[in-house]
């Protein structure tokens, strides 16, 4: 299949649930005039019900296969943002299908600052449910090398989400002249 230029390629955000990839997303996508879309309302809209009723009702790998169809599906069409879900980027299928056909930016937030944002998660996330907060950690830090791969890494501690967004938008269209 031919490469897609850089300039259309779509735009991928990743990293661990709640550090903002959905919310960020979102104003990125209003900042470059390109349609947004998250992978787990994406499932959600084809399920007919939230992540947290799949994982109940079917478990946690039919909700994965269908997280990784929708990505490969997803992932080839262009000039679109698109927010991953936090445990998306675990099959190797979604790296290596987002590294060939997209632009990645992983936001990287400590584990000082998303441990306070914790009550604004832990309702609806099936991953969290059922853990406590050492478990969480170790959840965290498991997961943080998956997201070594990505394009690009944006520190989002103490950041604003537009100013977040603004980054991003920024970083890209300078990529896009230099590379263009
Ligand atoms: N930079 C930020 N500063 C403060 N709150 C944030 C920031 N980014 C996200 N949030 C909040 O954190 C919660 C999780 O954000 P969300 O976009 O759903 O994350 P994700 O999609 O990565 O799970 C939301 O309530 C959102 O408003
Ligand atoms: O990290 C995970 O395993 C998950 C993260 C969630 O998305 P967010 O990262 O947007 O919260 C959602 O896909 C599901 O609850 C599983
Ligand atoms: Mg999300």
Redesign the pocket.
Known sequence: MREIPLKEQSIVLIGF??VG??TIGQAVAKKLYRDFIDI?EEIERRFGMP??EIFAKYGEAVFRQHEKEIISEICHKKLKVI?L????FLQKEVQDVCLATTTIFFLDLSWDSWKDRISLLIDS???LQGKNMEEIKQLFDDRQPIYGQHHSRVVTDNQEIEEIADYIADSLKLAWELYA
């Open positions: 649930m709640g990839k959905t787990d992540p947290k927010s879900g936090g445990g998306a996330r099936p991953v």
